[in-house]
């Protein structure tokens, strides 16, 4: 691409230094195209990783996404009497998307953008099977890693009298508040979720320098608009079981179920479709 663009500038016949021209080229914004191919290389490259590396990476990925909720409920605690308080303890949320984001981890609601573009521009039942390897594996670990920590959060914050620290009084609370979203309101507010992670997965690679930011504008979006994402989500749910306030039965079938199919529906079936229809007859 950059000598594709110093072609463009030397044959335009601008009266320009090396210096300028290099400027002009490395200001150019990505194209649409580019992009695309950015994706789905590392989509490609995700399709081929060890089912071994999928697993413990989708693990590391499960327990960092629960700092969301420990940060959300630090912040709510903090912000009791705030009138924004909802608004800011939304900012918390962040934490968990920009750990595991900028450290590579497998985080299923990525995966419903970058696997899916390689299956999108040369379609063939391999690259179905390898899609749907990917997210069985990812997805389960991602599981285990928000259900281990909750248990452990629970296991060891837990005094001599059962009584819970303060932060963790937090996140029931904050899961509580998360599990009145349920059913087909699930369902509906999981779509806008994975609709805004598929952006985020579409924008990183024109926000270089920037990716925190972009991370925390679309993930703080979810949290303040009472949007429903499955591997966060099941933190919240994970604890509810495990404190005894929710069933397992109950969390997986009115609460992270519909959410994983509102995520799918608006990762691949709204951002994912829309991305290859504006550049599929480019290629």
Do not use: C
């Amino acid at each position: 691409m950059r000598e594709s663009a110093e072609r463009e500038i030397e044959d335009s016949g601008a009266t320009l230094t090396r210096k300028e021209k290099r400027q002009v080229t490395d200001h150019s914004r990505l194209s649409a195209l580019t992009v695309f191919s950015i994706i789905r290389r590392e989509g490609e490259e995700e399709l081929r990783r060890p089912s071994s590396s999928l697993w413990w990476s989708g693990i590391a990925a499960g327990i960092g996404i629960s700092s969301s909720v420990y940060a959300q409920a630090l912040l709510y605690e903090t912000f009791a009497d705030h009138p924004y308080r909802g608004l800011i303890a939304s900012l918390g949320y962040t934490v968990g998307f920009v750990l595991v984001i900028l450290s590579r981890l497998q985080l299923f609601t990525e995966n419903t953008l970058s696997v899916v573009l390689p299956m999108l521009s040369e379609p063939s039942w391999m690259r179905l099977g390898r899609s749907g390897r990917l997210w069985a594996i990812v997805l389960t670990a991602n599981f285990i890693g928000t259900f281990l920590t909750a248990l452990a959060v629970l296991t060891v914050t837990q005094g001599v009298e059962g009584q819970y620290s303060s932060h963790v009084a937090a996140m029931l609370e904050v899961s509580e508040h998360a599990a009145e979203a349920s059913g087909f309101t699930a369902l509906v507010k999981g779509i806008p979720a994975g609709f805004f992670i598929a952006a985020l997965v579409w924008m990183l690679p024109s926000s270089k320098g920037f990716e925190l930011w972009v991370i925390m504008l679309f993930t703080g979006l979810i949290a303040a608009g009472g949007f429903t994402h499955v591997v966060a989500g099941s933190t919240e749910m994970f604890m509810l079981v495990v404190d005894g306030r929710m069933g397992v039965a109950e969390a997986f079938y009115n609460h992270l179920l519909p959410t994983f199919a509102g995520n799918v529906i608006g990762g691949t079936g709204l951002f994912a479709m829309l991305a290859y229809g504006q550049i599929h007859a480019e290629i």
